[in-house]
């Protein structure tokens, strides 16, 4: 089986923009590199599936946004639209197929927002929300969001803010206006990143950027209300240098949480309890890179690819469905300054 990824990257040194790889299943391998679209730091992206357009993040030139891209009759993506605004670029993008939105976390200006599309690709901005708050670290001297996305049963929006230490749940109506519905506040100086939610739609994992740990919650599917019962550090003891948390994924199956360190460059595999979803380590895994900001399990969950932000390579592991453990491919595969993965 051949399946495509799509990378978004930095263009700050060699990337061109958006590119696309392909992962050989059967000879468990990365392959034919090439620029999907060329484009201003793309430095995340999501996917129209059915309508074959992406939208990514966009910046530059004193603004920044998101943009558009349609597939066209020659196979390739060519920019539709684009949506900007004087400042930094949000650092988040999701698409919701059922409303027709996209919605985008800003970091820089503590912002949410969501934009009305169509087949095309067009965008309309319909809501923004502004955050407020500070925490402890030095880097949360003001709101952070750094993501916003669907719960699993597309009923509410989930926002994490990495400046005030909070996680909001919103409605969002027909017409793209956002409501607060709840907040969840985590320890002083977690700098909540990603969340994900368990298949079961009961429980979901959050990492904290900040303070290298995955906080474990009980999810009320009627309320939208998430309770913390669970802290877990992705770190040795043994490593006090610098470490970051980036990126959490979690299988298909619900048994198994990955969660990437940038510092300590590995990936830690948890495996979760059947009886009450808590975590218990089953091992760190180095990611063979510097800067390991975004990876993504395949969709048959079989293999994992990782994006170094600083060493322009992809990894790719085999995984182990029964341990969760992760067995080195490959780990010299080019890819210039990539920091999101996407599976289309």
């Known amino acids: 089986m051949k399946e495509k990824i ?55 030139d004193g603004e920044g946004g998101i943009a558009s891209y349609k597939k066209n009759e020659n196979g390739e993506y060519a920019q539709v639209d684009t949506a900007t605004a004087t400042g930094a670029s949000p650092c988040y993008v999701s698409y919701d197929a059922d409303r027709s939105f996209v919605y985008t976390a800003n970091y820089h200006k503590g912002q949410v927002a969501v934009f009305k599309t169509d087949d095309e690709g067009h965008l309309t901005l319909t809501d923004t929300v502004q955050h407020e708050g500070t925490s402890v670290h030095k880097n949360q001297d003001r709101p952070h969001a750094h993501y916003f996305d669907l719960s699993p049963d597309k009923k509410f929006l989930i926002a994490c803010d990495l400046g005030n230490d909070t996680v909001y749940t919103y409605a969002v109506d027909e017409e793209g ?31 904290g950027e900040l303070s290298s740990d995955v906080i474990a919650l009980d999810y009320d599917p009627e309320t939208g209300i998430l309770t913390p019962f669970q802290t877990i550090s992705t770190i040795p003891e043994s490593h006090t240098s610098f470490n970051g948390g980036a990126a959490i994924r979690i299988s298909n199956d619900g048994k198994y949480v990955y969660a990437s360190n940038r510092g300590h460059d590995s990936i830690a595999v948890f495996a979760v309890s059947a009886s009450d979803g808590s975590l218990s380590l089953v091992e760190y895994v180095p990611t063979e890179g510097n800067i390991p900001r975004d990876f993504d399990l395949d969709p048959t969950n079989q293999f994992v690819v990782v994006a170094h932000q600083d060493t322009d390579n992809l990894t790719l592991f085999e995984r182990n469905s029964d341990s969760g453990k992760l067995t080195l491919l490959e780990k010299d595969v080019y890819a210039p300054e990539a920091v999101c993965v996407y599976f289309a």
């Open 177 to 207: 206006k956002v409501k607060e519905i709840s907040t969840t506040t985590v320890a002083a100086g977690t700098g909540p990143r990603h969340i994900v939610f368990a298949p079961n739609g009961k429980k979901a994992y959050l990492f």
């Open 6 to 60: 799509f990378l978004g990257t930095y263009t700050k040194r060699e990337s061109k923009g958006i590119y696309q790889i392909t992962l050989d299943t059967e000879a468990k391998k990365l392959e034919d590199l090439t620029v999907a679209a060329e484009t201003n730091g793309p430095t995340y992206l999501t996917l129209d599936k059915e309508h074959q357009v992406i939208y990514a993040v966009l910046g530059g």
